[in-house]
C-alpha cells in the first residue's frame, strides 16, 4: 500500500515538474514574442555618410596629389595642387593693368580739378568741363573693371590648390601628377565623417510603433559590441514602382497585382550617439536596427538606452 501511494506522488511530482517547465517555457515564449512583435526592427540596416565629390574650380595640369588614397583628412587640408605658374602671369598682368587704370583716373580727377578752378575765366567752356567729369566717370568705371579682373585673377590662383570642404576620408584615389583636369569634373571622392549615421529600412507595419527620438540599438555584422543611437527622422516618401508618366504626362499605372503583397520598405535615418572605442565605421557595412519605442512619450522602453544625446560621439573612428 505505501509503495503504491508512493508511486502515485512520484507520478505527480513529474506531472507538476513537467506542467511548471511548460508553463515557464510558454512565458519565455510569449516574452520573446511580444518583444519580437512590439520592438521594430530589421537586419536590412546599413552605415551611410555623405559623399563629396571633389572637382577643381581652375582647369590645369596637376602639380602635386597631396593626399593618398583611405587618407584621413580635415577640412581646409590641401588636397591637390594645380600648376600656378599660368595663373600667377595672369595675376601679374592683372596687377599692371590696375596700376595702369588707377594712374588715368588719377589724371583725370587732376584735369577736372583744373577745368572747374578756371571754369569762370573765358578760355573753359562748360562743354570742356562736362568732358572732364565724363573723362573722370570713365576712368574710374576702368578702374573698377581692372579692380574685379584683379580679384578674379587672384582667386583663380587660390582655386589652383584644392582644399578638402569637410572633415573625411579620401576614397578611391587614381589622380596623379602630370594628370590634365577640367574644371568642375570630380577627381576624387571624400567620404564626410561628420554625417557618418546608420540607416535601417523598416516595413511600413512597423512605422507606427516608430517616433523621432525613439532611442536605437546598432548591431554591425563582425562587431560585437552594440552602438547606441536615436531616431533622427522617418523618409517623407519613397518611389511608387507601380506608377510612370505616360508619353503625354497622364499617369501609368500598372494594371496587374500580385495577390501576395511584400511590405514596403521606409528608411529611417538613426543618429549615432554611442560607439565603443575602437569601433571603424565603414559607409556601406550592414547593420541590424532595433528600435525601442517610448513608453507613453516618457522613457524608452529599453531601460539601458539612455535620453538621446544631440552631440556626436568622439569615439566614433572613422575608416582611414
Known amino acids: 500500500m505505501v509503495s503504491v501511494m508512493i508511486a502515485r506522488f512520484s507520478r505527480l511530482l513529474k506531472a507538476a515538474f513537467t506542467l511548471t517547465l511548460f508553463a515557464v ?10 518583444g519580437y512583435m512590439q520592438t521594430p526592427w530589421t537586419r536590412d540596416g546599413h ?24 587618407q584621413t583628412v580635415e577640412k581646409g587640408d590641401v588636397l591637390v595642387r594645380i600648376d600656378p605658374e599660368r595663373f600667377q602671369i595672369a595675376l601679374d598682368l592683372a596687377d599692371a593693368t590696375l596700376k595702369d587704370r ?5 589724371q583725370a580727377r587732376r584735369d577736372a580739378e583744373r577745368y572747374h578752378r578756371l ?10 568741363i562736362e568732358q572732364a567729369d565724363l573723362a573722370v566717370e570713365q576712368a574710374s568705371a576702368a578702374y573698377d573693371e ?21 572633415n573625411g576620408v579620401v576614397s578611391n584615389l587614381s589622380l596623379n601628377p602630370g594628370d590634365y583636369v577640367s574644371s568642375g569634373a570630380g577627381v576624387l571622392a571624400l567620404i564626410d565623417t561628420d554625417t557618418l549615421r546608420v540607416e535601417g529600412y523598416f516595413e511600413e507595419n512597423q512605422l507606427p510603433r516608430i517616433a523621432v527620438g525613439d532611442a536605437v540599438s546598432v548591431e554591425l555584422m563582425g562587431h560585437p559590441q552594440t552602438l547606441r543611437g536615436h531616431v ?28 501576395v503583397r511584400l511590405a514596403q520598405r521606409v528608411p529611417v535615418r538613426v543618429a549615432l550617439d554611442d560607439v565603443p572605442a575602437g569601433t571603424r565605421l565603414v559607409a556601406g557595412l550592414t547593420a541590424t536596427v532595433s528600435v525601442h519605442p517610448r513608453r507613453g512619450g516618457g522613457a524608452p522602453a529599453d531601460a ?7 552631440a556626436r560621439p568622439a569615439a566614433v573612428e572613422p575608416a582611414g
Not at 102 to 106: C, E, F, G, R
Not at 235 to 246: F, K, L, Q, V, Y
Open 25 to 34: 517555457a510558454l512565458a519565455v515564449g510569449w516574452n520573446f514574442w511580444q
Open 47 to 70: 552605415v551611410r555618410a555623405d559623399v563629396v565629390s571633389i572637382a577643381p574650380d581652375v582647369a590645369g595640369p596637376v602639380a602635386a596629389v597631396l593626399v593618398s588614397d583611405n
Open 102 to 106: 588707377s594712374a588715368s583716373l588719377d
Open 119 to 128: 571754369k569762370n575765366g573765358p578760355a573753359v567752356s562748360q562743354q570742356n
Open 146 to 166: 581692372a579692380k574685379a579682373n584683379r580679384d578674379l585673377a587672384a582667386l583663380n590662383l587660390a582655386r589652383t590648390e584644392v582644399r578638402a570642404p569637410v
Open 232 to 259: 533622427e527622422s522617418i523618409a517623407a516618401g519613397i518611389e511608387d514602382r507601380e506608377r510612370t508618366n505616360g508619353s503625354n504626362l497622364l499617369a501609368n499605372v500598372t494594371p496587374t497585382f500580385s495577390w
Open 304 to 310: 539601458s538606452a539612455a535620453e538621446p544625446a544631440t
